[in-house]
């Protein structure tokens, strides 16, 4: 659908009726800068024009195929005038198509070449063939009279028929690679395109050459595809964050020497703003937002902030040129973004019997995070941890894998089960005993995890009785003790609880198929 823009509308139509007589010229200004986001890329052309006095018609092509025509925008010098800008003009002429993908058009045409070269020398091998074998005949009568010429005949034939074959083998063999060669370049290699193409109608008071800048956005899929390498010491107190991945050129366009930028994020194309509307209840189950949306996480840290450290990571400006062919691509490592971790080692014996050592990471904030990360702790690589930067306010816990040097237990020491006094409810009474030991050579501060149950239902009641001073976190029953261990040193928490539900109903609170045993630390 034919686009135009307006930009000037009473001095173009002033100009209309002199249009037949307007000076035509094409330019091609070559494209320059190049940023990619991870949706998308925009392009940025720069070059000059010469403009006469009056009105121009000017042809701009060596724009990009795949260009949403929205989002072009135009910028000429001060001394020129933009009137309109459109991609549909009955007096311009569109540029002459050119190959999409020149490297395979080359290639193409040299296979071809070679293919002709083949067909007349298995021609010629033919031939010679034919003629020798039309002269092995010898006329009736005359074979016991053989002369020296006919005896040199035979030779011929005995030791140039097999040379014959052998290099026709061997012609053969190569025409029908490169006949599989041509039919795989041939589709590639005729797609031509004309570029996008725009008419410029300009205007300027005097003969003047002014710059021409034109940018615009190309939608794709993943042109930038950034993973995130997490390289922490042996200590856990120096993390590398190494950004790398494959860049695509998915514009339709060659670059050739051009500034890349690369955006860890990607460009918004929808900014309408979300209402919201009234949140009605109805006994008819008619129409209403409902409860909307609900996230699985708290925000976590302090209120009161920081200044962000690493803010200059979500933009990276590639030092060198770029050259890049049309949907080729090419790996590309960032600089590592170096931050400070503090070691902690986490314990959940409730769910493993492991202890995990993370890093608490600060400064991490001007990050763009992907969803997960390979994790390399003394340059080993220890497996892949999930990100969500959303989560967490002024730190970023990075897990860098299991230590044995510490050793965790769970044991049940307590399961009662009655009816509770002057009530029609069953009564439940639970005691576990965690126990720790640390066998580093130096002291270490362990997390401690595990958990009482949460009530949903109104019927049903829950009563902490001891909790060995772990902080407990009444929404979702979390307890945690903070430790810390000397070399050698084992400790042991214990917490208690009762649960009180009716005597008529059901409540599953313990899974007496399980049995879990507790190292003795003693």
């Known amino acids: 659908m034919p686009k135009h823009y307006l930009l000037f509308l009473p001095g173009l139509l002033a100009a209309v009726g002199s249009l037949a007589q307007t000076p035509q010229q094409t330019v091609k200004p070559p494209l320059t800068n190049v940023t990619v986001y991870l949706n998308g890329t925009a392009l940025e052309h720069r070059g000059k024009v010469t403009l006469l006095a009056g009105l121009n018609r000017i042809i701009v092509n060596n724009l990009s195929p795949r260009m949403k025509s929205e989002t072009l925008e135009v910028r000429l010098g001060d001394e020129a005038e933009l009137l309109s800008v459109s991609d549909d003009d009955d007096e311009a002429k569109a540029p002459a198509p050119t190959?999409?993908?020149?490297?395979?058009?080359?290639?193409?045409?040299?296979?071809?070449?070679?293919?002709?070269?083949?067909?007349?020398e298995l021609q010629g091998l033919q031939q010679e063939k034919a003629f020798l074998l039309a002269n092995q005949a010898l006329p009736s009568g005359t074979q016991a009279n053989w002369s020296t010429e006919?005896?040199?005949?035979a030779t011929l034939m005995r030791t140039r028929l097999p040379v014959i074959q052998q290099e026709t083998n061997r012609l053969q063999s190569r025409q029908q690679a490169l006949r599989g060669q041509?039919?795989?370049?041939?589709?590639?290699?005729?797609?031509?395109?004309?570029?996008?193409?725009?008419?410029?109608?300009?205007?300027?008071?005097r003969p003047v050459t002014v710059p021409l800048t034109m940018t615009y956005y190309v939608s794709s899929r993943m042109p930038w595809r950034p993973k995130l390498d997490i390289r922490a010491n042996a200590t856990g107190r120096e993390l590398a964050f190494i950004t790398h991945g494959f860049l695509r050129n998915q514009s339709g366009l060659p670059w050739q020497q051009v500034r890349l930028v690369l955006m860890r994020h990607a460009q918004s194309e929808d900014l309408t703003r979300p209402n919201l509307e009234p949140w009605a209840l109805d006994f008819d189950g008619g129409d209403h937002t409902g409860e909307g949306r609900v996230d699985e996480f708290v925000v976590k840290g302090t209120a009161k902030g920081r200044p962000i450290e690493a803010a200059q990571s979500t933009r990276y400006e590639v030092p060198e040129l770029v050259t890049l062919a049309p949907y080729k691509s090419r790996e590309l490592t960032l600089p590592p973004a170096n931050l400070t971790g503090r070691p902690e080692y986490l314990a959940i014996p409730r769910l493993s019997d492991k202890v995990f050592l993370q890093a608490k990471v600060s400064g991490w904030e001007?990050?763009?995070?992907?969803?997960?990360?390979?994790?390399?702790h003394q340059g080993m690589y220890v497996g892949d941890t999930e990100l969500n930067d959303r989560a967490y306010n002024d730190s970023l816990e990075v897990v860098l894998g299991h230590d044995e040097q510490l050793v965790v237990g769970r044991a049940k020491l307590e399961d009662f089960s009655s009816?509770?006094?002057?009530?029609?409810?069953?009564?439940?009474?639970?005691?576990?005993?965690?126990n720790v030991r640390n066998r580093h050579p130096e002291t270490v501060r362990l997390r401690l995890l595990d958990q009482i149950p949460i009530s949903e239902e109104k019927e049903i009641s829950v009563k902490v009785l001891e909790t060995s001073g772990a902080e407990l976190?009444?929404?979702?029953?979390?307890?945690?003790?903070?430790?810390?261990?000397?070399?050698?040193?084992?400790?042991?928490?214990?917490?208690?609880?009762?649960?009180d539900y009716p005597k008529d109903k059901k409540v599953e609170i313990i899974n007496h198929q399980v049995r879990i045993s507790n190292p003795k630390f003693r």
């Open 99 to 120: 190959p999409l993908y020149q490297t395979a058009a080359d290639s193409l045409s040299r296979a071809e070449a070679e293919l002709l070269t083949i067909d007349g």
């Open 150 to 153: 006919v005896q040199k005949g």
């Open 182 to 205: 041509v039919s795989q370049l041939r589709p590639r290699a005729n797609e031509t395109t004309y570029g996008d193409w725009q008419v410029l109608l300009v205007r300027a008071a």
């Open 366 to 376: 001007g990050l763009q995070l992907p969803d997960e990360a390979r994790v390399y």
């Open 419 to 434: 009816n509770a006094p002057l009530s029609d409810k069953r009564r439940v009474r639970l005691t576990y005993e965690l």
């Open 473 to 499: 976190d009444a929404l979702s029953g979390k307890l945690t003790w903070l430790l810390t261990l000397n070399s050698g040193e084992n400790k042991r928490v214990r917490f208690t609880f009762q649960v």
